[in-house]
């Protein structure tokens, strides 16, 4: 096979490597270790100069597997930059000469790490193909939209501003959501001093007039398969099924409010005095700006108390843990509808700690106390029903306990979300207090997927894959959640969320038609295949797929879907018969890499440490290291890998079995509050890690040579201790007696 | 009544910068930044409260807002930009027009002192207005003040930094008549308002 592949070796002078590097020797051992057919060095090699040289190659057929020895993987990515060739980086900049003293004494250790560094850039590179196109292509530049309120509404205004079709599938009988409900909204531009006309009025006028945007009311989803560029969803519209192809789809199906009667101490339900956020949005809407009259006897509200936190940043069960959002800033307005018809009205916000987001919350809040709103900050304990509404709270300022009646009370109760079922409980019967909270009932998507019929929850039943570091991304490739399904928000940060879920739908339909991965991987040609006659349909590749981009096809063998998948490599490495493979990264190209070290023997006195480095956070943080200059063993050998999640055991036992001393595996946070790009791929290689020392045991090997960290971007300075520390270690308990 | 805008409003419309007082978002850095913070009853912070909370009585007898020695550090931190220095000083104001102030209160015996002392020559009158201070609060503790402070004075008259001629009237502005008359004005224009509830 590697007969046929035309090899080239560049090795650059610049950065200082030729003074520190013995450039003859790499170049030799590139020629005659590694047997490279085309080796080249060049002073400058990111330089036009160097990067034509080495595109004139390409070009005149000598070269279509290219080994770059200089900088890391992570610079100079424009200059080298080649279509149609395999590719692999030896960093000789950043691992080498970066990390290590410049003296005699560390000269030797110095230029035997760049000397590995090439062999294994040009073992990897003869292991891997060019990636072809996945042959699953094809635009569908239509996108779904499940829920038709006011981020779904917005979202499928945007894409058709952009050129794309949209289609609107409405559960109710009307457009419009939870939005409709409302008298008026939190003014979303300066000056933030008025309740504003509801937008979402302007929206539905503006989707039913349009003929690119279709709508399916008192509908539902009844089944979508397929993968990005290429859904197929079956929409139920009054019991008449619909089908559809469809390039991507936003689920934008809001909330539901908390339900207040589960609070007893409130009396939500006792008084009809008593109202929730949405109740007082119906009365006043009757009032239509007039005198808002009380439910019970239909006298003029003179005193009104909002109590804020209802239900809600409370750890007691079958409370909500988290806080709305948008609570604090609705009841300001609510109480500006009171005090804008009739500024003798009391009316009084109850709130432990106010929270007023956005670029106007804080103009909103100053307006509402101009407009004379008491803000009194207080716990409370009852509300008790009667004629008029007695609430019990304690004065936290002036600490004392009161009582106060109110013609009318207001609940600010909090946002559950519409996310359908729990993937993840349903799968473990797990009876946890806040998955009872969620409308877990009834799948919304009704995807046919592998791992569940909904995209998976990332915490108190919002949909999201990571709020900080990928907002509108979720867990399922081409499906993106947007609005109060993701996380808490109000309008104008609905807004928002939909005109970034619908950019994000786009992307993923030009992705899926030519083939490229999305984020974290963004334009990545390559995608998973597999040995079928190797396979053993022991699923766990279906089942490890973060992203669900597996099926089972009618035999129960795996059925990639290559749109939907992230590149991660999570499936290659759970593969216990390694049959999965990327065309540019496989267990192959990690692989020979490693066992291309050579390996000193035993009474040489040079250990090697294999560290398999995930490229997102742990491989940047040990450039870093190098752009610090801080030093590390020269002993280590650092192989950068697309997750920790894709690194299958088989590399550990082979490592071993070919004399390394000792193995690192770096990856990123996991948990809970994980920072891994391919959400469970570090969990993953941590849970099959920790199998490992049964192995060691019985090779009759010290468990310590084999360790898994968590490294975030940020640990510049731990990274060399964790080398340093691990080279300490195997002078410790001595040198792996499995060396030749 | 408790909690309702109505003592809110009376600040409103009868004390110096009242309307400010409705705008503080009880964050309490002025409480914390008061360099007299730990001695005051309710810092400014709870005062504001209380206000809105419609403790009337409590406010206006209160001892807290004599406590103010005008240093403006709550001013220049307050968050809000509420001038409450002078709402202090507004509030105590409005606690002695209505005769709300505690018997004996120290900071208005001074102040009050003060002012007559200014309003009769429009000039402060240092040596009388030191020596009513010494006997502010009865005629031994005066004597044995002003013992106590007998080197310090010889002291100053020496260098010319006290007449003890001042004792017999002193001097004043040039137009002693005329600032009484405007004195006189502004004293009835006060009286005309109305203590508005």
């Known amino acids: 096979m590697a007969a046929t592949k035309k090899l080239g070796a560049y090795i650059c002078k610049g950065c200082g490597i030729s003074d520190r590097l013995d450039i003859k020797q790499l170049v030799s051992t590139a020629t005659r270790d590694c047997k490279m057919n085309v080796v080249k060095e060049h002073d400058f090699l990111c330089n036009s100069e160097g990067v034509s040289m080495i595109q004139a190659d390409i070009d005149a057929g000598e070269v279509d597997h290219i080994m770059i020895a200089g900088c890391s993987k992570r610079a100079k990515t424009d200059a080298f930059n080649f279509d149609n060739v395999a590719m692999s980086r030896a960093n000789l900049r950043e691992g080498v000469i970066w990390v290590r003293p410049d003296n005699d004494d560390a000269q030797e250790t110095t230029q035997e790490m760049a000397d590995d560094y090439i062999r294994m850039a040009c073992a990897e590179v003869k292991f891997m193909t060019v990636p072809a196109s996945s042959g699953e292509q094809g635009r569908t530049p239509h996108v779904l939209v499940v829920g038709g309120g006011f981020t779904g509404l917005k979202a499928a205004i945007e894409v058709n501003k952009a050129g794309y079709e949209a289609t609107i599938v409405e559960k109710s009988e009307a457009l419009g959501g939870t939005a409709a409900q409302l008298y008026k909204s939190i003014p979303g531009k300066s000056p933030f001093v008025d309740p504003k006309e509801p937008e979402v009025i302007e929206l539905i006028k503006q989707v039913e007039s349009n003929s690119k945007i279709n709508v399916h009311l008192n509908a539902s989803m009844d089944n979508i398969s397929g993968a990005p560029g290429r859904f197929n969803a079956d929409i139920n519209a009054d019991g008449n099924i619909v089908s559809g192809i469809f390039g991507s789809i936003i689920q934008a199906t809001g909330f539901t409010p908390y339900d207040a009667s589960q609070l007893p101490e409130f009396a939500y339900g006792k008084s009809p005095d008593i109202v929730d956020q949405l109740g007082l949005e119906a009365l006043a809407k009757v009032a239509n700006g007039g005198a808002i009259k009380r439910p019970s006897d239909g006298k003029e509200v003179k005193n009104v108390v909002f109590v804020q936190c209802v239900g809600q940043r409370s750890e007691k069960e079958g409370h909500l843990s988290y806080c709305s959002g948008h609570c604090c800033l609705t009841s300001v307005k609510q109480a500006m509808y009171f005090k804008d018809n009739n500024p003798e009205v009391d009316a009084m916000v109850l709130y432990t700690d106010l929270r007023m987001p956005g670029a106007g919350g804080e103009d909103f809040y100053r307006s509402g106390q101009n407009k004379g709103i008491i803000f009194t900050k207080g716990q409370v304990s009852e509300v008790v029903p009667g004629t008029n509404v007695t609430v019990k709270f304690q004065d936290l300022i002036l600490n004392e306990s009161v009582e106060l009646e109110a013609d009318l009370v207001v609940l600010a109760t909090g946002m559950v979300a519409n996310s359908g079922v729990n993937v993840e409980t349903c799968a473990s019967e797990d009876d946890d207090a806040e998955a009872v909270i969620t409308n877990k009932e009834q799948s919304v998507l009704n995807l046919d997927y592998r791992q569940g019929r909904d995209m998976p929850q990332l915490v108190n039943g919002f949909t999201d894959s990571h709020f900080i570091c990928f907002p509108y991304e979720t867990r399922r490739t081409g499906i993106y959640s947007a609005g109060p399904v993701r996380r808490p928000m109000d309008m104008i940060q609905a807004t928002e969320d939909a005109t970034g879920a619908a950019l994000k739908a786009i992307q993923a339909i030009e992705n899926a038609a030519i083939g490229r991965a999305a984020h974290p991987r963004s334009g990545d040609l390559s995608f998973p295949s597999f040995r079928k006659e190797g396979c053993t349909q022991c699923k766990r590749c279906t089942v490890e797929c973060p992203f669900g981009a597996i099926n089972e096809d009618e035999q129960r063998y795996p059925l990639f879907n290559e749109a939907r998948c992230r590149r991660c490599g999570t499936c290659m490495g759970a593969c216990p018969v390694r049959v999965i493979s990327f065309e540019n990264y496989s267990v192959e190209t990690i692989g020979q890499a490693l066992k291309s070290v050579d390996m000193p023997d035993e009474f040489d006195e040079k250990p090697r440490i294999l560290l398999l480095a995930c490229e997102n956070d742990a491989y940047p943080a040990l450039d870093m290291a190098g752009m610090t200059r801080q030093e590390y063993s020269a002993f280590v050998r650092i192989m950068p890998v697309r997750c920790l999640g894709s690194v299958n055991t088989i590399w550990v036992s082979d490592a071993l079995n070919n004399g390394y001393d000792g193995i690192i595996l770096m990856g990123c946070q996991k948990g809970e509050n994980y920072q891994c790009h391919f959400v469970k791929g570090s969990e993953m290689a941590h849970y099959r890690m920790s199998k490992i020392g049964d192995t060691l045991q019985q090779l009759n090997l010290e468990i310590e040579r084999v360790q898994t960290y968590e490294i975030a971007i940020t640990d510049i300075h731990k990274v060399p201790k964790i080398i340093n520390d691990m080279a300490a270690t195997i002078e410790e308990i001595g040198m792996n007696p499995f060396k030749f | ?197």
């Open chain 2, 1 to 197: 009544m408790k909690y309702r805008n109505n003592f809110l409003r009376e600040v409103e419309a009868n004390v110096e910068e009242g309307e400010w007082v409705k705008r503080c978002m009880q964050c309490g850095v002025c409480s914390g930044s008061c360099p007299l913070g730990p001695h005051w009853d309710h810092p400014p912070q709870e005062l504001f409260m209380m206000i809105r909370a419609g403790k009337r009585e409590e406010v206006l007898s209160s001892e807290s807002m004599w406590m103010c020695t005008s240093c403006y550090n709550c001013i220049a931190r307050c968050p809000r930009e509420l001038p409450i220095t002078h709402i202090m000083h507004g509030l105590a104001h409005y606690a002695v027009r209505l005769g709300m102030v505690p018997k004996n209160q120290q900071t208005q015996k001074f102040a009050q002192k003060f002012w007559n002392n200014l309003s009769k020559k429009g000039r402060v009158n240092e040596l009388k207005l030191g020596l009513s201070l010494y006997f502010m609060n009865g005629f031994m503790e005066g004597i044995k003040t002003s013992l106590k402070m007998q080197k310090i004075g010889l002291g100053m008259w020496k260098t010319k930094r006290m007449d003890p001629m001042e004792i017999l009237g002193g001097h004043g502005c040039k137009d002693t008549k005329g600032l009484q008359a405007m004195l006189k004005k502004a004293s009835e224009i006060e009286a005309a308002k109305k203590v508005k509830v």
